[in-house]
């Protein structure tokens, strides 16, 4: 394991962390963000370069973006001052936690029969974005149809959904 | 430690800590940045794999993670839009408040 997994893996779940325990939402969405660039970075040190750059583009720069318009058209039901937890938060904590226990008990476990369990250093894969191109373009062109008419489906029906519904409202 | 061992726990650990975020907070919002958090999550599992798999040329983990991110992408929009078509009618992103079906 090289330094730099460390590193990344602990912005990642910093990150990850104050995300979900930040009180402001507008801090949780920019922790968020830097979860993603971490996981992003993480992509990169995986040789992953097209997945490490669609997640920059379609997270940090979509899906961050929506949430801060979310959270700022939500604004004026700020939450109570009181308690940002519902009404039993143990329980959610005690299911999360046990459902970690498990998979890394099942992954270290698996440690063995896991590919490359030698820890010697695969060999970095020759795929380049033309193949990644062609690949969609040829095996996958269905996949990629099907996906492109969900996101149509998706637009259309969030501009639907959020669509102001009364009489000389829009 | 086994490098992919290595991934495959730290992407367990963003899972439990976006399921936690999903399961214990209040507003509705900070519930689906959880579930993005746990798709990332199962990203990095698709893609760890794919890199320490035995056939990395076939593209296939490389292909679900990219069609996940997209289905990612299109569940973040519609959630959103109902987030805010909820606050319009109910003047509340507290999904402990969201208790009526009707409008």
């Known amino acids: 394991m090289s330094p730099i997994f460390y590193i990344l893996a602990a912005l990642s779940v910093a990150g990850a ?8 939402t507008v801090h949780c969405a920019l922790a968020l963000t830097a979860a993603f660039a971490g996981l992003a970075l993480l992509f990169l040190e995986l040789d992953a370069q097209f997945a490490g750059f669609v997640q920059i583009l379609v997270y940090i720069g979509a899906v961050a973006i929506l949430v801060v318009f979310a959270i700022l058209l939500t604004r004026d039901s ?8 519902g009404h039993n938060p143990i329980i959610g904590l005690v299911a999360a936690a046990g459902i970690f226990a498990v998979l890394a008990w099942a992954v270290l476990q698996s440690a ?10 695969a060999a970095v894969p020759a795929v380049t974005v033309m ?36 009489e000389g409202a829009r | ?5 290595g991934y495959l726990l730290v992407a367990a650990l963003l899972f439990a800590i976006g399921l936690a975020g999903a399961l214990t907070r209040r507003n509705a919002i900070l519930v689906l940045i ?7 999550a199962a990203n990095l599992n698709l893609i760890a794999f794919w890199r320490y798999g035995p ?34 009618h109910a003047h509340t992103t507290d999904i402990d408040q969201m208790n009526r079906m009707k409008g």
């Open chain 1, 17 to 24: 962390l104050a995300a979900v325990l930040l009180k402001n």
């Open chain 1, 78 to 85: 700020e939450t109570p001052k009181d308690t940002v937890y």
């Open chain 1, 112 to 121: 063995a029969a896991l590919p490359h369990a030698a820890a010697s250093p």
């Open chain 1, 131 to 166: 193949d990644i191109g062609n690949a969609l373009m040829g095996r996958y062109v269905l996949p990629l149809e099907i996906v492109a008419l969900l996101l149509t489906a998706a637009l259309i029906g969030a501009v639907i959904v959020a669509m102001h519904e009364k």
């Open chain 2, 1 to 5: 430690m086994n490098p992919l061992t």
């Open chain 2, 34 to 40: 959880g579930i993005e958090l746990m798709l990332n």
């Open chain 2, 55 to 88: 056939h990395p040329e076939a593209l296939t983990g490389m292909m679900f993670a990219i069609f996940s991110i997209a289905v990612a992408a299109a569940e973040a929009a519609v959630g959103l839009g109902l987030v805010i078509s909820i606050h319009r």
